[in-house]
């Protein structure tokens, strides 16, 4: 995306997370943050009940990597004025911002059309940009965790209550990935056809987009699936299951058909004569017998460590994994081997921040990218790109219209 200008009205992690996925492909994401707050979440100082340190604060480094940061006071007639400058030069306008906002603000669709008719204008929202709950705010934890019922399947029943979100900026992310691949979408549509496009995604069709198959089911039947407290779980299947290991880890097999699996599957769990047992040799009398084959297999998983089992099914023919923290996937071998984790500068001048790349890859070439910039570092470079002189620029600070 080299050459694309993506312009920026956004906080939090949601709609910003977008604009990180396009500055990953290389467009000039030019974020816009108020002169004196900046974006609300680096006010942040605790996510998840961990203290953060604002030097190197892992909800403005994920969403805002690679952009550059221009102070707006963008309820300000001198600021608006700015804003549509480099609205002209844009080719994304892209906004988390309420329509009561974007209106009183004068940033709505047809205030930055007015100014750039050709312009892709993005929209990201709780609950879309149409309907009774039009103008109603949200978070990941509202709009995709609990009111999706992605909270509630994901919650055992046994529990008696509900299950917490325990991933800040879930659906944020997952989402912000929706909005760029709409805007990668539009800019083809525009390129062909000369025509622009306006583009909505919400927290909650994210949600229902990430749990589709089973809200189609649900529609369908009127039943869902919801998640299990361990104990409760059983199996029609003893390779689609959860083990725990000698030392209170947990292998996942997972060998969803296991035609062509089962002696292999047998000799690595160290039960080879269970391949010729007729309860278990072929597929049928194996789910006939499946009850039967997870106490046998529990037995012998749970008869060693985690680390015994880590390395010693990587040569198993069928699908299992080590169920893994997020703390231990950022040392898995194959995620490093995959540049699933890149390095920046910190801002505070210590040892680099590790950050997460997209999830899309190209030409198996690592991500680069540069770290997010401090609130308002690249106002004035910004504006003097757009041949904005000097004596405007001071008088725009003075009036608190720009940083």
Known sequence: MQGVRVLEVAQFTFVPAAGAILADWGADVIKVEHPVRGDTQRGFINMGGFQLDPNRHPLIE???????????????????????????????FLTNYLPAQRQKNKFDVEHIRAVNPDIIYARGSAYGDKGPERDTGGFDGTAFWTRS???????????????????????DSIGGMNIAGGIAAALFHRERTGETAEIDVSLLSTAWWAAGASVTQGMETGETMRSLMPDDATSVNPFMAN?????????????????????DAFEHLGLPELADDPRFCDVLPLIENASEGV??????????????????????????????????????????????????EATDGGKPFKVVRGPVQFNHEPLETTRAPQASEHTEIVLMELGIDWDRISELKDSGAIA
Not at 76 to 90: D, H, N, R, S
Not at 243 to 263: K, M, Q
Not at 324 to 333: E, M, Y
């Open 62 to 92: 994920h969403p805002n990597r690679g952009k550059r940061s221009v102070g707006i006071d963008v309820s300000t007639p001198g600021g608006q004025e700015i804003l549509y400058e480099i609205a002209k030069t844009a080719d994304v």
């Open 149 to 171: 019922g992605v909270g509630h399947a994901l919650t055992p029943e046994a529990i008696n209550g509900a299950l917490s979100q325990g991933i800040p900026a879930f659906g």
């Open 243 to 263: 083990y725990r290991t000698s030392d209170g880890g947990t292998i996942n097999l997972c060998i969803v058909s296991p035609t062509g699996y089962i002696r």
């Open 295 to 344: 106490e046998l297999i529990a037995q012998a998983i749970g008869s060693k460590p985690f680390e015994y089992w880590r390395q010693h099914l990587k040569t198993m023919k069928g699908q299992w994994a080590p169920f893994q923290s997020l703390v231990d996937l950022a040392g898995d071998d194959q995620a490093v081997a995959n540049d699933m984790i890149v390095e920046v």
